[in-house]
């Protein structure tokens, strides 16, 4: 009896470490600059690849050289600022824009060609913060009030996308651009749209 009842836990035992090593997790690390593409959305590959794009394209922008080297000589060499706008998602997906600007952004102030100002949710915890400076520090460290450097420029974009299907076949087309307007005049002083992304996705027919 004592055997049946040790052989029946011993195989119960085994049944649940099956059923564990059958439904379990399992991770690997991969190179961040590795291509992850499963599903045919927008992946990281297509945020590195556009941001890439759009980047190349500004700091090489010969209006943006020019702009710059008028402006400065005008304002004892100072650079132009540039505040982060909306970057539009007007496709059918759900894609983080914030991380294609934000790209931009840090490799233009890299490049120095332009400066930027904070903006958003930073600007408002940056206001709070000399805010409260106002009580609580002393008068000789606290940040001024009303000192801010107004922004002469806007960076905005969008992402856009579209879907062909038929039968088990189907196609997704990102197409991306940026923009940087001036926000006093609401001219444009560069605008540029990275090569369009195409992908083909065949799903496996379901045998009956």
């Given at each position: 009896?004592?055997?049946?009842?040790?052989?029946?836990?011993?195989?119960?035992?085994?049944?649940?470490?099956?059923?564990?090593?059958?439904?379990?997790?399992?991770?690997?690390?991969?190179?961040?600059?590795?291509?992850a593409d499963?599903?045919?959305?927008?992946?990281?590959?297509?945020?590195?690849?556009?941001?890439?794009?759009?980047?190349?394209?500004?700091?090489?922008?010969?209006?943006?050289?020019?702009?710059?080297?008028?402006?400065?000589?005008?304002?004892?060499?100072?650079?132009?600022?540039?505040?982060?706008?909306?970057?539009?998602?007007?496709?059918?997906?759900?894609?983080?824009?914030?991380?294609?600007?934000?790209a931009m952004?840090?490799?233009?102030?890299?490049s120095g060609?332009?400066?930027?100002?904070?903006?958003?949710?930073?600007?408002?915890?940056?206001?709070?913060?000399?805010?409260?400076?106002?009580?609580?520090?002393?008068?000789?460290?606290?940040?001024?009030?009303?000192?801010?450097?107004?922004?002469?420029?806007?960076?905005?974009?969008?992402?856009?996308?579209?879907?062909?299907?038929?039968?088990?076949?189907?196609?997704?087309?990102?197409?991306?651009?940026?923009?940087?307007?001036?926000?006093?005049?609401?001219?444009?002083?560069?605008?540029?749209?990275?090569?369009?992304?195409?992908?083909?996705?065949?799903?496996?027919?379901?045998?009956?």
């Open positions: 009896m004592k055997r049946n009842v040790l052989v029946l836990a011993v195989c119960l035992m085994a049944l649940v470490m099956m059923s564990c090593a059958t439904t379990g997790t399992s991770v690997a690390r991969v190179d961040g600059g590795a291509a499963l599903t045919g959305e927008w992946s990281s590959a297509d945020v590195q690849e556009v941001s890439n794009a759009l980047i190349a394209l500004a700091l090489a922008s010969s209006r943006i050289d020019t702009y710059i080297n008028d402006y400065s000589k005008k304002n004892g060499g100072e650079l132009p600022t540039v505040i982060v706008g909306r970057f539009r998602n007007a496709s059918s997906e759900r894609i983080d824009t914030s991380i294609i600007s934000g952004r840090t490799a233009i102030i890299n060609k332009l400066e930027f100002v904070e903006g958003g949710d930073m600007r408002e915890a940056l206001r709070e913060e000399r805010q409260d400076q106002q009580s609580n520090a002393s008068e000789a460290t606290a940040a001024a009030l009303a000192n801010e450097t107004g922004a002469n420029f806007m960076l905005t974009g969008e992402v856009n996308s579209i879907v062909q299907k038929l039968d088990n076949q189907s196609t997704r087309t990102y197409y991306v651009k940026a923009t940087i307007t001036n926000l006093e005049t609401n001219r444009v002083l560069w605008e540029g749209q990275a090569d369009p992304i195409v992908k083909m996705i065949v799903q496996a027919r379901h045998k009956l």
